[in-house]
């Protein structure tokens, strides 16, 4: 996952440099494919300069999982309604693991076994910041974490 996130992190330095650099979309992407080459996988790039309207477009339809893209704008909402004083980071929140599915709100619970985080699981009852929360949510890919921040 951290190779992930570091992949990821280059494609920002790669289309930060574009902007300013004023580099060619046919450049840009060259430099992106030859660095993607290099990794295992499938991967789909969509970035567009606002201030000329180019845009790079690989593997723009490829189809994928969403999986765990969904946390950040769950993150993004947290920090707004911390920001709107509705609640603190620093708040407690009992870790559970039974929630309501908002398709039929039948309880579920999730399990280690297809979590990334199996950690948190052993600390069911126990209380955890909203911002040790988000974090697990986000860097370890807590899927409990984030029904936890979800439900809150």
């Not at 970035?47 to 993004?76: C, W, Y």
């Not at 039929?104 to 052993?122: A, G, I, T, V």
């Not at 974090?135 to 890919?141: N, P």
């Amino acid at each position: 996952m951290y190779r992930q996130w570091a992949i990821a992190l280059l494609f920002i330095f790669y289309l930060l440099s574009a902007c300013s650099h004023h580099m060619t979309p046919a450049t840009l992407q060259k430099q992106i494919e030859d660095r993607l080459s290099k990794e295992p996988g499938i991967f789909a790039v969509a970035f567009k300069d606002l201030g000329t309207g180019d845009q790079v477009l690989i593997n723009g339809h490829e189809r994928f999982h969403a999986a765990s893209t969904m946390k950040t704008p769950v993150m993004i909402e947290v920090y707004k309604q911390a920001a709107e004083g509705k609640f603190s980071l620093g708040d407690s929140v009992t870790v559970k693991n039974e929630f309501k599915s908002i398709v039929d709100s039948s309880l579920f619970s999730l399990s280690p076994d297809d979590d990334s985080d199996k950690e948190l699981y052993k600390h069911v009852g126990e209380k955890r910041t909203l911002s040790a929360l988000v974090y697990d949510m986000i860097i370890v890919s807590s899927n409990l974490a984030t029904n936890i921040v979800i439900e809150l």
